[in-house]
């Protein structure tokens, strides 16, 4: 374990040099004071977890000390925002640090969000407000919990800086932690503003540290988009299969590891409902929570554009054309694991659509049906499900073609609790939760945010007093509007 003055940098994205990031120093907030830090996410940097509560700790992340190997950059890329290409984007409000290497040998950068203007900051302020920097950084830790790839987050730090969104609000930074930070929307930047030379030395860093795999096949670069299609339709498969909404699915906020990247108005599902959209901004349903299939796809075939330089055209369609038989085979996977089978059989895909299709309509809570429908054995189980339903008779169909698929099962009885609630979570981040955790830290008590993050932290597990986490969310948490505005 390490104290906080022993981490070891390899700055390897800094040395790709100004063509890529900017040399730019944080700005610091005034009186920067832990808000939450993440011990998990501390021991992927070897950090000792007392080290939190250290001073220096919240002047690290708060951005008023550096370690004088970390040299901050603020990269550049682009990308498609709802559909529009927008030429420059970049790292705003956002530095990476550096990279870190830990005693196992992995680099993770370490980027400090909120840390002031950048040349990329446009008509922002560079800064992070303390309810986005919670969420963000509740929801991180809560997706890798569920065995969801995500980029992770270190520690929130507070601070009585003001900043101003449609009320006053308190700036916060929030330190990432991710293998990489390039996103689909750095090989666009170099693509469209016709830069080859850039783009290839881009390109050839990312496939050396991050697909060393890709290295020796025929066509590494081809290779290596096979397998960010592959991580994708992986993620999206879980995102789909769990209820997790992004909210801003735009080509600059999807990482080229396959990794939930960059939160905004996330949720997850509370009541089950296709068509939810938890962006309040995205008038059009963009990214609502069943279009979160076609536009992965879509910002896949973006990225296939940007490396048409490199790979034929032809190759990037036929491993385009993988993603949807891939996502379709890991959600049909992960929905049999939650409803308790272990084999696959050939109708189980028209059983899992319908059980959505009477969800719809009814006010069926997306977490907790599966949760209880393990609880106890199935025709029990179905009974204590069946009252959220409006189609009682098409449940009652359903519930019987259900039990006889169990019933061809090899195991349907024997330890289906334990299967079923190891991939059934208790606990999610409802918005709701997050919402209650951020007033109380807005009032400047940390505890909740604590707590909840602590029982996010085993969703699977049922906690002893910590029943009120698991609840469905009351009237006034039902219908809260998350915007893009953090
Ligand atoms: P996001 O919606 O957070 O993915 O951000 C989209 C773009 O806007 C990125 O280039 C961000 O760096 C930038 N951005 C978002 N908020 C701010 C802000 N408060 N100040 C400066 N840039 C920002
Ligand atoms: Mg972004």
Redesign the pocket.
């Known amino acids: 374990m390490k104290a906080l003055d022993e981490l070891i940098f390899d700055n390897r994205f800094a040395r790709l040099g100004d063509a890529f990031s900017t040399s730019v120093l944080p700005d610091p907030i005034a009186e920067p004071r832990l808000v939450v830090a993440s011990e998990a996410a501390m021991a992927l940097l070897d950090l000792e977890p007392t080290e939190a509560h250290s001073p220096m700790f919240a002047e690290l992340f708060g951005g008023h000390k550096l370690w004088s190997e970390a040299e901050p950059r603020a990269m550049v890329y682009s990308g498609h925002q709802f559909g529009g290409y927008n030429p420059r984007?970049?790292?705003?409000?956002?530095l990476l640090l550096g990279e870190v290497y830990n005693d196992a040998g992995e680099h993770w950068d370490l980027h400090l969000k909120g840390a002031g203007e950048t040349p990329?900051?446009?008509m922002?302020?560079?800064?992070a407000v303390l309810r986005s920097s919670i969420r963000e950084f509740l929801a991180s830790e809560a997706l890798h919990a569920l065995g969801i790839p995500s980029s992770r987050a270190l520690c929130v730090i507070g601070s009585s800086t003001p900043v101003w969104r449609e009320t006053q609000e308190r700036a916060a930074m929030l330190l990432r932690l991710a293998p990489s930070h390039v996103r689909f929307g750095h090989f666009e930047y170099f693509y469209y503003t016709r830069q080859p030379e850039q783009q290839r030395i881009l390109a050839e860093h990312v496939l050396k540290l991050h697909f060393p795999e890709c290295q020796t096949e025929p066509e590494p670069y081809l290779a290596m988009f096979r397998s960010i299609v592959e991580r994708n339709a992986e993620l999206i498969a879980l995102w789909q299969a769990y209820g997790f909404c992004h909210g801003?699915m735009n080509t600059?906020?999807m990482s080229i590891l396959g990794i939930t990247f960059?939160f905004?108005p996330f949720a997850f599902l509370d009541d089950f409902d296709a068509n939810f959209i938890c962006n309040h901004s995205d008038d059009q349903g963009r990214y609502s929570y069943s279009n979160q299939v076609p536009i992965a796809h879509w910002n896949l075939s973006a990225l296939a554009q940007a490396l048409t330089p490199f790979i034929s055209v032809p190759a990037l369609q036929e491993t385009l054309a993988l993603f949807l038989p891939l996502y379709e085979a890991h959600y049909l996977h992960l929905m049999r694991r939650r409803l308790g089978l272990l084999r696959a059989e050939e109708d189980d895909k028209v059983l899992i659509e319908r059980l959505l299709q009477l969800m719809q309509p009814g006010a069926v809570d997306y977490t907790l049906f599966f949760r209880k429908l393990g609880d106890q054995p199935a025709e029990q189980a179905l009974q204590v499900v069946r009252d959220d339903f409006v189609d009682l008779a098409g449940f009652d169909r359903w519930a019987v073609d259900y039990l006889a698929r169990i019933a061809r099962e090899p195991d349907n009885t024997e330890g289906r609790r334990e299967r079923m609630h190891a991939v059934n979570p208790l606990y999610i981040l409802r918005n709701y939760l997050a919402q209650r955790a951020i007033e109380a830290a807005e009032g400047g008590d940390y505890e909740e945010v604590r707590r909840l993050h602590q029982v996010l932290c085993k969703p699977f597990e049922e906690q002893p007093g910590m029943q009120a986490y698991a609840e469905r969310p009351p009237e006034w948490g039902k219908h809260l509007e998350i915007s893009?505005s953090?």
């Open positions: 984007l970049g790292d705003g409000r956002g990329y900051s446009r922002g302020d560079g800064r801003v600059d906020n960059d905004g893009c953090s």
